[in-house]
């Protein structure tokens, strides 16, 4: 292993720019040459990849978003645009290869894992939905934003005695939704891993209403449902005056936390060494306080599910 590329794929999140900077400066460190792949997987269909060196990647360790760009490709889930990165993987006498993103990222990893490049993933998405890691790359930077403005709504929810509905991210996950929930104090959330009963939970805000609470909040996860189709459906019911805010991409970006920081730059050595050692088809993880690997096959496969006792203590904590 002389030559490594790493690329950033899929949606964005606080943390990649960690990673790249950790993976970077361990092949360096380690004596090998490493390459910049530009947006992701189109990076590799174009040959977009340039050389990078320790200056390169200076001052990024805390700064949102990836200096290498990402994209989302369709043209790369199709065994054309796979064979054609990995003529490009061969033309640039790249042997091993550092994909940091996502499911769908995970799962093109795999895909060129299959057609014998050595690769080994990173996780970071905020949705933090990966199989096999307790944590993905970005979740902890996103929880930290998404929790820090529903405080701010909650300010002024409890001036006006109102309700609000608050949209997050998490395409097919509750996580962010859940633990944002947890950790603001929120009077319910809507997940896509647990049906939901409107009227249980407009029954629920309503006894709290008339109990003397003087304002609510719930949040819902967007793959569960919308704020407006939510706050619709409660309005009238629930004694307060209701109002939406939908938080978006605000969650994707912001200064990188510690944790995610820490992370980040582990992964992004691990990475590089599991190259190394010959540890290929695998993603980088974080299990119970532990580094370790996970098979790509299994990430990819497998679904993560949320955890039933954080569920729990949201049911217990939002009375
Ligand atoms: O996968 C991360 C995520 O932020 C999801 O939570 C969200 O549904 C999606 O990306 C949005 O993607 P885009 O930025 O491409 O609209």
């Known amino acids: 292993m002389k030559k490594i590329g790493v690329l950033t794929s899929g949606g964005d999140c606080s943390g990649m720019n960690a990673a790249i900077r950790s993976v970077v400066r361990t092949a360096l460190s380690k004596g090998l040459e490493v390459y910049g792949i530009r947006q992701g997987f189109i990076g590799l269909l174009d040959g977009l990849i340039k050389p990078m060196d320790s200056r390169s990647v200076s001052g990024i360790v805390q700064r949102a978003g990836t200096i290498l760009h990402t994209a989302r490709c369709e043209e790369f889930k199709f ?14 006498g790249l042997d091993g290869l550092v994909v940091i993103g996502g499911n ?9 894992h299959n057609k ?17 890691t307790d944590m993905s790359v970005g979740a902890d930077t996103a929880l930290n934003t998404t929790v820090s403005m529903i405080d701010i709504i909650r300010d ?12 997050v991210m998490g395409r097919d996950s509750g996580y962010l939704a859940l633990v944002s929930a947890v950790a603001s104090g929120a009077e319910a959330a809507i997940i896509p891993e647990v049906p939901f009963d409107l009227d249980a939970i407009a029954t629920h805000l309503f006894e709290r209403y008339k109990a003397g609470k003087t304002n609510s909040i719930v949040i819902v996860a967007e793959g569960a449902s919308s704020a407006y189709t ?10 307060y005056e209701t109002r939406i805010s939908v938080l978006g991409h605000i969650q994707r970006g912001g200064a990188t936390t510690v944790f995610d920081r820490l992370m980040a730059s582990k992964f992004g050595h691990n990475a590089v060494e599991g190259l190394l050692h010959g540890k290929f ?33 949201a049911v217990d904590l939002s009375s």
């Open 281 to 313: 088809g695998v993603m980088t993880a974080l299990h119970n306080s532990q580094y370790m690997y996970v098979a790509l096959e299994d990430t990819v496969l497998k679904k993560k599910k949320i955890n039933s006792k954080l569920l729990d203590l």
């Open 156 to 167: 002024t929810a409890s001036s006006h005695d109102r309700a609000f509905i608050i949209e």
């Open 104 to 112: 769908g990222t995970m799962a093109g990893a795999l895909a060129l």
């Open 79 to 92: 065994d054309r645009g796979q064979e054609q990165a990995v003529k490009t993987i061969q033309d640039f």
């Open 116 to 132: 014998g490049v050595p690769v080994v993933g990173i996780p970071g998405s905020i949705d933090n939905d990966l199989y096999g």
């Open 230 to 239: 939510i706050e619709r459906k409660l309005k009238n019911k629930i004694g």
